[in-house]
């Protein structure tokens, strides 16, 4: 199971730390990723991390501003994201692959959680 908790209401510029814990004990076994749904869009791809969290790809719109990180220790994956802007406003999904290499695809990815809610305010 993976519960995503951290959105919330901020104001464009501002940061927000995501976080997401997860059940199991071969926690690096998997990789990991976040995926957001904007209102009336389909849901997208923003950052995946591998097992060992060396790799990490990020989409462009939001690289030099996101970072994906995981605690393997804790069964935890992070989204910090900062310079937020109003078009970061989604329902962001932390979700798991069952294997440890990263992926960018929706279908790739075998776990997800229930999604937090960011919203930007311009």
Do not use: H
Not at 37 to 50: D, M, Y
């Amino acid at each position: 199971q993976l519960q995503a908790c951290g959105g919330g209401l901020v104001q464009a510029g501002g940061s927000l730390r995501l976080s997401c814990a997860a059940s199991g004990r071969t926690f690096s076994s998997y990789a990991l990723g976040w995926f957001r749904q904007a209102p009336g869009k389909e849901r997208e791809f923003v950052a995946t991390i591998s097992g060992s969290g060396v790799t990490k790809y990020y989409v462009n719109s939001v690289k030099g501003r996101f970072t994906i990180s995981r605690d393997n220790a804790k069964n935890t994956v992070y989204l910090q994201m900062n310079s937020l802007k109003p078009e970061d406003t989604a329902v962001y999904y932390c979700t798991a692959r069952a294997m440890p290499v990263t992926a960018t695809s929706r279908s790739e990815y075998d776990y997800w959680g229930q999604g937090t809610l960011v919203t930007v305010s311009s």
